[in-house]
């Protein structure tokens, strides 16, 4: 249940957001690219308490929906860099 859920969330997010970095121009979409290559390079262990504190402050921890949205979010930048390849080799 949680692991289908994070990877249609993340396929559903990370499709959508490799789509528009490769079909559209826009102003900010050098520091989109930028953000999240930094989700990218940032290492997990030093997110481990911010997420701790984000979830108890958000009263998520134990539950379904916070496993799901740290998982979401763990996977979101590398699923899209990952995307955006193939959505650039296709046809205009």
Avoid: C, E, W
């Amino acid at each position: 249940l949680i692991t289908s859920a994070s990877v249609a969330l993340t396929l559903l997010l990370s499709s959508m957001t490799g789509f528009v970095l490769s079909r559209f121009q826009f102003r900010l979409r050098p520091l989109v690219t930028l953000f999240l290559l930094s989700g990218i390079m940032i290492p997990t262990q030093l997110a481990i308490l911010p997420l701790y504190l984000l979830l108890r402050s958000l009263l998520l921890l134990n539950t379904h929906l916070g496993l799901i949205l740290v998982y979401v979010a763990g996977n979101l930048s590398f699923s899209t860099f990952l995307l955006l390849p193939f959505f650039q080799a296709l046809p205009k």
